[in-house]
């Protein structure tokens, strides 16, 4: 059971804005631990997809934008296209555990 | 090109051991820290080790802890990863990940492609 929590499931259709958010507390994500964000494609390898909070590394399209507020962070999707379906994971540091996290993650779906 | 591949999964009967290993190319070794990271068959993404770019700190999940150990042989590019009393719920895909920034705020990146663990009698 993860202590980052995000929604399983977010749905959208084909250029719409979708956003996905990543619930954690006052050990990781509260504490000003940054939070980064992955994609995993269909049968894929994890990829980077966000560090920093609102980072990009390069060859991320800018309909990708990050934050993070408080004891929670967002990843936003604009302009929603079909190779954006993908799972969604959110990942800090927790000082509690003294180790890192991965959030639940999120299934984006293009309708 | 940064490159990790991971070797070494397989099935293994419960309590056994395995270890697995991650071959790093491409970028300089000796200067970062890396992760190993386990995904179980349709599930999410479980953090499980981080070992420092020199090997002196080290840290587990609380779901492997004292069963698991990770090490690094800097003169040969190789992370590795000692999975002993192994358990069903060890089964999983196991990636490596190079871990970049400070300390405590790693991101990873690159990824391997992953080795396959299972455990089943």
């Known amino acids: 059971q993860s202590v980052l929590t995000q929604p399983p499931s977010v749905s959208g259709a084909p250029g719409q804005r979708v956003t996905i958010t990543c619930m954690g507390g006052s050990s990781n994500i509260g504490a000003g631990y940054d939070v980064h964000w992955y994609q995993q494609l269909p049968g894929t390898v994890p990829k980077l997809l966000m560090y920093g909070n609102y980072l990009r590394p390069s060859g991320v399209p800018d309909r990708f934008s990050g934050s993070k507020s408080g004891t929670s962070a967002s990843l936003a999707i604009t302009g929603l296209q079909a190779e954006d379906e993908a799972d969604y994971y959110c990942?800090?540091?927790?000082?509690?555990?003294?180790?890192?996290?991965f959030g639940t993650g999120t299934k984006v779906t293009v309708l | 090109q940064v490159h990790l591949v991971e070797s070494g999964g397989g099935v293994v009967q419960p309590g056994r051991s395995l270890k697995l290993s991650c071959a790093a190319s491409?970028?300089?070794?000796?200067?970062?820290?890396m992760h190993w990271v386990r995904q179980a068959p349709g599930k999410g993404l479980e953090w499980v080790t981080v070992?420092?770019?020199?090997?002196?700190?080290?840290y587990y999940a609380d779901s492997v802890k004292g069963r698991f150990t990770i090490s690094r042989d800097n003169s040969k590019n190789t992370l590795s990863l000692i999975l002993n009393s192994l358990r069903p719920e060890d089964s999983a895909v196991y990636y490596c990940a190079r871990g970049s920034g400070s300390p405590f705020d790693n991101w990873l990146d690159p990824w391997g492609q992953g080795t396959l663990v299972t455990v089943s009698s």
């Open positions: 070992i420092s770019y020199d090997g002196n700190y080290k």
């Open positions: 491409g970028f300089t070794f000796t200067t970062y820290g």
């Open positions: 990942q800090s540091y927790d000082s509690g555990l003294s180790g890192y996290v």
